[in-house]
């Protein structure tokens, strides 16, 4: 049988997440006696027999990339606009339906990590796209080999007869959703936008929480309006986010377990997040979202990105705050400096790929197929509202308290 390896439990840095950090351990260990490095989600079921079939395939003495291979429908701000006169021509892999590498491929990236330049930029955003980019190495290196083995049909699909492998395409649920009443939701806004955007707000999720704030550098009753004595900022937003921290912990009701910070031109579906948050301790450090990373490959951190919505357990706030960790500027970037406190208190966010920082058009149709998406984020070139009963809004099913898909293993 294959030997199992968990990403969490390899590194003691908090890089590890983003794999190629790990490539001189794997070529250390595994070059000896294994053929393949195999990559999955932990929702990511695999039939054994045929992957080992489907990798027989290969040949295991040449530099293999295999995956099921996704595409950019259009450039996009994610991927920094590349290829942008021919986005679908560079493949990278859904790391949802399973992706290898042959050990002579491990071992190049290994000595290049070790001795070679280091990667281009600081951030990691999209991990499956920046992998791809890494090993491709501007044509010196092999493409994505696309495996039609490698799937991400659920495991019960007619369509899934010949996969290897397949996916849970639905939502965790570890129990009954949370009261609406165990989540604070608050919206940084300006007032610039208050007739622009908060309207679509009340139009779209809106009326999905019980307990919505709407924090602004001015006070408007009609909306209405809080005005937190902290001057908006173009960028950044640091102060105004750790006020609403502030505010939460000291003055909200302690019996609100949950507080969710979203942008004004988030799109979020709250009924969803109720479920999704049944799967979690708020009595643990929790502060949930889509991970990125900064400097992860020389001493950096992973963070929460804020567009996409940031979660937290009340007592994760608690023990920002008692660790005296603050902006360094008022317009300082807040997630990022959310996501170095963390660190320095060795406390690790956690990633849902369901979070999304950008668009719907940002990610491939297929990506987002085998998701149930719980955010998007921006309203540039779209229609919100669409976007929103389109993709966000509950259907009668998902308004249901219970769900037949109950997780047992978190």
């Known amino acids: 049988m294959p030997t199992v390896l968990l990403l969490h439990q390899m590194d003691k840095n908090e890089g590890a997440w983003t794999i ?21 989600e932990e929702d990511t079921r695999i039939h054994v027999v045929k992957l080992l079939e489907t990798l027989r395939r290969y040949d295991k003495s040449k530099d293999f990339f295999l995956g099921k291979a996704l595409h950019d429908d259009e450039s996009t701000i ?18 949802a339906a399973g992706w290898a590498l042959s050990i002579p491929l ?6 290049r990590l070790t001795y070679d330049e280091p990667r281009r930029s600081d951030f990691t955003i999209d991990l499956k796209y920046e992998i791809a980019l890494y090993i491709w190495e501007e044509g010196n290196g092999p493409h994505l080999t696309p495996v039609p083995e490698f799937c991400t049909e659920d495991f019960d699909s007619p369509k899934a007869a010949h996969c290897a492998t397949t996916f849970i395409n639905f939502l965790p649920v570890c129990g009954d959703p949370l009261k609406k009443t165990d989540i604070l ?8 936008f208050h007739k622009e955007r908060i309207p679509i707000v009340k139009k779209t999720w809106g009326g999905e929480a019980a307990l919505i704030e709407y924090y602004s550098d001015r006070a408007e009753h009609s909306i209405p309006t ?9 960028r950044g937003h640091c102060a105004k986010t750790f006020a609403i921290l502030g505010k939460f912990l000291n003055y909200s009701p302690s019996t609100i377990p949950w507080l969710v910070i979203v942008d004004d031109d988030t799109l979020i579906s709250i009924s969803r997040l109720r479920k999704l948050l049944s799967c979690y301790d708020p009595s643990e450090p929790v ?31 608690r023990k920002l705050f008692y660790s005296k960790c603050k902006c360094y500027s008022n317009d ?57 009963f389109s993709l966000l809004a509950p259907n009668i099913e998902e308004l249901q308290d219970g769900s037949k898909h109950i997780r047992d293993d978190l």
């Open 106 to 111: 491990v071992n190049k990236l290994a000595k």
């Open 287 to 317: 502060i949930l979202g889509e991970r990125y990373g900064y400097g992860l490959g020389s001493g950096g951190y992973s963070y929460i990105t804020g567009g996409g919505g940031m979660v937290f357990s009340r007592e994760a706030v």
């Open 20 to 40: 190629l950090p790990l490539m001189h351990d794997f070529s250390v260990t595994y070059s000896g006696n294994s053929s393949w490095i195999f990559f999955c």
């Open 226 to 234: 809080i005005d937190l004595g902290v001057p908006n900022t173009e």
């Open 185 to 192: 939701v608050a919206v940084k806004t300006c007032s610039k």
């Open 78 to 95: 994610i991927h920094h606009y590349a290829f942008s006169e021919n986005p679908a021509v560079f493949k990278f892999p859904d790391f």
């Open 332 to 388: 300082a970037p807040d997630d990022m400096v959310i996501g170095m406190c963390f660190s320095g208190l060795g406390l690790a966010v956690t990633h849902s790929p369901l979070f999304h920082q950008a668009r719907p058009m940002d990610y491939p149709k297929d990506y987002l197929s085998h998701q149930v998406p719980i955010s998007f984020h921006k309203h540039w070139n779209v229609d919100p509202v669409k976007v929103y």
